[in-house]
């Protein structure tokens, strides 16, 4: 009998025969708590999305191919609350159908502090405060700009209150980036604007800056007169 709901113990108990040797010659060792659910026959009753929440969060996986569309970083004092909320992204990701990697534990930050506890005589007497910030890296694939919008106000909707989200968006220009730019400019600024090698504009201030510098000057001189 179960003692919980969703107890975890042993699959089969070790049986004995009525002279006290055992029909196993090694003991069964415990299962793990997910195959200790999985085998509750009151968590088969359970409908797919109630019992979706006692199992690992599933998640679309992101192939070598695919492109970075935004970083998601959450910082935290408290590991409880941080775990339980990237829970929270993975499902909210899975079930908006977006690629996703994480969460990927990041070094942890430690900051120190020392302060008195008493002045004048009892300075010696000292007091020490640490306080560690624990981050967790997601990285989002393939989604247009607005299916990411919906997606990080719905999680900042629902953000705890202890948690810090940090959101990096990643866009990509074509090719011809530099043509739709110079289309933008007033018609009296596009001349100035050119990609062809012939009228660089760097080279045409160069050119400029060493027709104006004297030393320039007297070492041009200088090379003709060897000539």
Known sequence: ??????????????????????????????????????????????????????????????????????????????????????????????????????????????????????PFVHKGSQENFERITHTRLFKLYNINPSQLEIFLAYVRKNNMPSLTLEAKMVEYEDLEVAARIRSLLPAEEQGTWSDSKDHDRIKLHADELLKNDPVFQKLMKGDQKKK
């Open 1 to 118: 009998m179960f003692k919980r709901f969703f107890h975890t113990g042993l699959r089969l108990a070790e049986q004995s025969t009525p002279s006290g040797s055992s029909l196993f010659s090694e003991p069964l060792k415990p299962l793990s708590e997910r195959a200790a659910i999985a085998e509750n026959p009151y968590f088969r009753e359970l409908p797919p999305n109630v019992a979706a929440v006692y199992l690992s969060p599933l998640k679309w996986k992101a192939s070598e191919n695919d492109d970075l569309v935004a970083t998601l970083r959450i910082k935290s004092y408290e590991t409880n609350e941080l775990d339980f909320y990237s829970d929270f992204i993975c499902r909210a990701a899975y079930y908006m159908k977006i690629p996703m990697r994480g969460p990927r534990p990041l070094p942890k930050k430690v900051e120190s502090w020392t302060l008195l506890r008493s």
